[in-house]
């Protein structure tokens, strides 16, 4: 079993940068990938980046592509997104998680999620 807990979210002014960490507990090692997503109130939940477990390979959702980076560190059993150039477009509720199959980009094949942390972003 995996449990994730986020933290980093806050408020921050246009161009500015954040870095939201997720905490993975129980069988880390199950899993072949973590992510992130976000939803902003009215839309739907997107995938904004993944790594996957066994390596350092990263994805990333068109959105965030040169802006944010997904990183791991094995030791804490932590992943990282660091945000950077941050726009109003980005404020939401940012969520970590866990997944067992290779469809890293689709929310439905995450097993495990986090509560989510708040990102707002002002203009």
């Known amino acids: 079993q995996v449990q994730l807990l986020e933290s980093g979210g806050g408020l921050v002014q246009t161009g500015g940068s954040l870095r939201l960490s997720c905490v993975a507990s129980?069988?880390?090692?199950?899993?072949?990938?973590m992510a992130w997503f976000r939803q902003a109130p009215g839309k739907e939940r997107e995938w904004v980046a993944a790594i996957l477990w066994s390596s350092d390979t990263t994805y990333y959702g068109n959105s965030v592509k040169g802006r944010f980076t997904i990183s791991r560190d094995n030791a804490k059993n932590t992943v990282y997104l660091q945000m950077n150039s941050l726009e109003p477009e980005d404020t939401a509720i940012y969520y970590c998680a866990a997944t067992q199959t290779t469809l890293v980009s689709a929310s439905s094949f995450y097993a495990y999620w986090g509560q989510g942390t708040q990102v707002t972003v002002s203009s």
């Open positions: 129980g069988r880390t090692f199950s899993s072949y990938a």
